[in-house]
Structures are given as C-alpha cells and as structure tokens.
C-alpha cells in the first residue's frame, strides 16, 4: 500500500519567517495529496489539496508544491503568525487503494512570538 | 465545528472491557471513516463505510468492528481491550465515495484503557 513519509517531526520557527514541511510518497499512482491542520484538541481540518495534474497551489500564506517525478510534496507557510501553531498532516490518494488516504506522521509547527 | 459529531468526547476504561464509540457525518455525507490517532503517532486508518456498507478496510483488529445504520451515524466497537488501545479515535465524513474531496474531522474520542 502506499507509504507517507514526513518530514521533519517538530519545527520552531520565529513568527514572521516562513515554515516548509516535506513529505513523500512510494505509490506512483497516487493522485491526490490534501494537507491538513490539527489544533490542540480539535480534529484535523483540510487547509489547502493538489491534484496531479497540478505542480503548483497557492491560497494567501499557504501554497502546495508536487513534483510527481520524485513522489515528493511540500507544504509552504509565509510570514507565519502564531495562529499557525499547530499539527500539520500530509496525506496521499490513489484510485488504485479505492481512494483510501494515507496520512503522514504529522509535524508539530510552533510559531516563536 | 466540522458538522461531524462524536461521542463521547473521552472514555476511561480498564483492560479486558467493551467500550462503543459512536459518530454522526455532516448531513449529507455518505461515507464515513475512523481513524486512530496513537500518542505521537500519525492517523492510521481503520475502517470505511459507505451508505451502510463497508467499503474498505485498513489496520483494523479483529477485536474492533464497526457499523453504519440507515441514518447513516456509525458505531465503533473496540473489545477486550488492551493498553495499547488508547489512543484518540477520529470520525470522518465526506459527500463522495472515495477520499480525494474534503474529509471533514470530529473532534475525536478519547480512549484511555488502565
């Protein structure tokens, strides 16, 4: 089945400064890769998805970048604000797993004020 | 608030013992999932259903089950529990069969097993 690896684990970044987590995936065929946001005590929330026919998304302070070729994505937060703090999941797609998603390990991003 | 319901919102319990967790998807919603979320661990997918029907499987024990009644809110039943089993469940629901649209959260269950 597929497997989601991501990276790094934790990061700290300083309120203002931009934050990127990685994360790559093994099934060629996947063809939909969603982040999302879990807040302390809240169940994860989708922030931003690309499909893959699409290299690129942007909304505000958020873009996802796809590279196919490398079965590697990465999630983009500029100007981080405290707000931002919080778990950050990368997920992948593919028809050929019926559509089941397959979650990274998650990454704790704490904004410094 | 995602429109997913779940409770109850914590359990504690000893091992050995049956616990239910139950969920009610966004109106609308067909499909709903569960996940488990282990300390420091990622969302690790259980079980799917479909308009009543189990579509896909994952991790799932045999002591776990699940189901989906006509009004579409779902059970998970976790059996003869062990320590490992805490953990936070998550309920999830979308419109659509597969998973490539938005999967909308509860905000989880969570278990402790003393």
């Known amino acids: 089945g597929e497997n989601v690896e991501q990276h790094p684990s934790t990061l700290s970044v300083q309120e203002g400064d931009s934050a990127v987590i990685k994360c790559t995936y093994s099934d060629s065929a996947s063809n939909y890769f969603p982040w999302y946001k879990q807040e302390l005590g809240k169940g994860p929330q989708l922030i931003i998805d690309?499909?893959?026919?699409?290299g690129e998304k942007k909304d505000q302070r958020i873009a996802v970048t796809l590279n196919k070729t490398a079965k590697h994505f990465s999630l983009h937060i500029t100007e981080t604000q405290p707000e931002d703090s919080a778990v950050y999941f990368c997920?992948?797609?593919?028809?050929?797993?019926?559509?089941?998603?397959?979650f990274g390990a998650g990454t704790t991003v704490t904004v410094r004020a | 608030d995602s429109g997913v319901t779940q409770t109850p919102k914590h359990l504690i319990t000893a091992t050995g013992q049956r616990v239910t967790l139950r969920c009610s998807p966004r109106?609308?919603?067909?499909?709903v999932y569960w996940y488990q979320q282990s300390l420091d661990q990622g969302l690790q997918f259980l079980i799917q259903y479909y308009n009543g029907e189990e579509r896909a499987k994952g991790n799932i024990l045999e002591r776990f089950s699940a189901q989906q009644f006509p009004d579409l809110h779902s059970e998970l039943n976790l059996s003869s529990l062990e320590l490992g089993d805490s953990a936070l469940y998550f309920c999830?629901?979308?419109?659509?069969?597969?998973?490539?649209?938005?999967?909308?959260f509860g905000e989880g269950s969570r278990l402790t097993v003393l």
């Open positions: 109106s609308g919603d067909l499909s």
């Open positions: 997920a992948a797609s593919t028809a050929s797993n019926d559509y089941k998603l397959s």
């Open positions: 690309i499909r893959s026919n699409v």
């Open positions: 999830a629901s979308s419109v659509s069969l597969g998973s490539t649209g938005e999967l909308f």
